[in-house]
């Protein structure tokens, strides 16, 4: 089992940055593949970042492609996004999520994750 938590959300203006970080307990933290999704009031919950279990391979939604980093330190057992010029559009509940699935091809639907944190609040004002 892994437990995750969230952090660093909060306020910020448009154009700003964020740095949200996901740590991890229990085992296998390497042996898990790692995202973020996001949840806007009112919308469904969206993929928006995963990056594979040594951090060989990193994928984005389009619409934060270039703003946004994900990264992970499997020696500390942490996850982190990396949020720039951001937008209103990124407000929302923003979740970490585990998995132990290998099928990357489905790995931006959140079905595929067991494993989720309970969700930090970003807002961005313009």
């Known amino acids: 089992q892994v437990q995750l938590v969230e952090s660093g959300g909060g306020l910020v203006q448009a154009g700003g940055s964020l740095s949200l970080s996901c740590a991890a307990t229990?085992?296998?933290?390497?042996?898990?593949?790692l995202a973020w999704f996001r949840q806007a009031p009112g919308k469904e919950r969206e993929f928006v970042a995963y990056?594979?279990?040594?951090?060989?391979?990193?994928v984005y939604a389009d619409s934060v492609k270039g703003r946004f980093t994900i990264s992970r330190d499997n020696a500390l057992n942490k996850a982190t996004l990396q949020m720039n010029s951001l937008k209103d559009e990124d407000t929302g509940v923003y979740f970490c999520?585990?998995?132990?699935?290998?099928?990357?091809?489905?790995?931006?639907?959140?079905?595929?994750?067991?494993?989720w944190g309970q969700g930090t609040q970003v807002t961005v004002s313009s």
């Open positions: 229990g085992r296998d933290f390497d042996n898990i593949l």
């Open positions: 990056i594979t279990r040594v951090g060989a391979t990193t």
């Open positions: 999520a585990g998995s132990y699935s290998r099928r990357y091809d489905l790995a931006r639907m959140d079905s595929r994750y067991a494993f």
